[in-house]
């Protein structure tokens, strides 16, 4: 025995060295990667605020729960608006305008029983449906994010951020919570019992159209303008380009279903009749017209049902003040 190990143990021996060998480069070549990595910061931690900054500093409005924290739907939404057109382009060369004919699934709309409510509200939410799909081709086609409105088809009377329903108009669209509120009853006794579905679904497009501005980045600016306007004649004007805007839009999707649908000459002579009947009386106030002339609520709903683009709709770039009175 002169203590030199023997073959096997010095065979054994190598193999423990080299395994501890490895075992110190492996960790020698993480530390590096920490360290690398600590360096230039792509992992670091967020520092205190960092949640949220992006919305604080676009100075979006505040539609965080009721602890104060921002939803995850705040931040979607708040991100949104920040790639919407903005400004007086928003209104006069939208994107929109350039998405050329809409072009939706086709629409079967069950015929509604108007004097029951549950039948209305299944029609309701089936015209719906057809212009969710409508819109959001639009939208994609142009760029612009799209989310379909909310909808409140009541029986009973509720709250919305905007007024109290049931409302003298039977119907209203809400900005504040991006929502269309309709009375599935009370329309029905405002149209005087109409059977002719088109003009609830006219209705409906109607508010929906206004939805469509607020999405496409036209209502802020319009609301903003308008509300500078020290003149009420000049606000009223501001406000008949909106409403003869969401007639023609309205239109444009009802063409847009005509055939599967389906509507006849009948139901255009029902949609133009109600849209003169919702018109501006001739002989009410000036300080009252906020929706135009009969004619030119004819003119436009008209104009969105033979073109059905966005872009015939287009009551901010038109030139004829004639066709806003």
Same mark, same amino acid.
């Given at each position: ?13 190598? =193999? ?154 039977? $119907?209203?669209?809400?900005? $504040? ?63 008949? =380009? ?15 279903? =005509? ?67």
């Amino acid at each position: 025995m002169n203590g030199v190990p023997g073959p096997a143990e010095q065979q054994a021996n190598r =193999r423990v060295l080299g395994t501890v060998a490895a075992l110190l480069a492996l960790l020698l070549a993480l530390a590096a990667l920490s360290w690398s990595t600590a360096e230039d910061g792509s992992v670091a931690a967020p520092g205190p605020g960092a949640e949220g900054t992006d919305a604080d500093a676009a100075g979006a409005p505040d539609r965080s729960g009721g602890d104060g924290s921002a939803t995850a739907d705040s931040v979607s939404r708040n991100a949104d608006q920040r790639q919407r057109p903005s400004g007086h382009a928003a209104l006069v060369a939208n994107p929109l305008y350039d998405t050329g004919r809409l072009s939706p699934l086709p629409c079967p709309v069950p015929e509604p029983e108007v004097d029951a409510p549950e039948s209305m509200e299944t029609f309701l939410h089936r015209v719906a449906d057809c212009l969710d799909d409508a819109w959001s081709t639009q939208f994609a086609r142009a760029g612009i994010p799209f989310e379909p409105p909310s909808r409140v088809f009541w029986e009973e009377p509720g709250v919305s951020p905007c007024r109290a329903y049931p409302s003298a108009a039977g $119907a209203f669209y809400c900005r $504040a919570s991006r929502s269309i509120y309709i009375g599935t009853a009370d329309v029905v006794e405002k149209w005087n019992g109409a059977t002719e579905s088109v003009v609830y679904a006219s209705l409906l497009a109607h508010e929906y159209a206004h939805h469509v501005q607020g999405e496409s980045g036209l209502l802020e600016y319009y609301h903003e303008r308008r509300r500078q306007e020290e003149d009420p004649l000049e606000r009223n004007s501001w406000t008949r =380009r909106s409403e003869l805007q969401a007639n023609c839009l309205a239109g444009a999707f009802l063409g847009s279903i =005509r055939v599967s649908y389906p509507l006849d000459d009948d139901d255009l002579r029902a949609l133009l009749d109600d849209a003169a009947a919702t018109a501006d009386r001739a002989d009410g106030d000036a300080e009252e017209r906020t929706h135009g002339s009969a004619d030119n609520g004819v003119w436009w709903t008209r104009r969105g049902w033979e073109e059905q683009t966005a872009g015939a709709c287009n009551t901010w770039g038109t030139a004829d003040e004639s066709l806003l009175q």
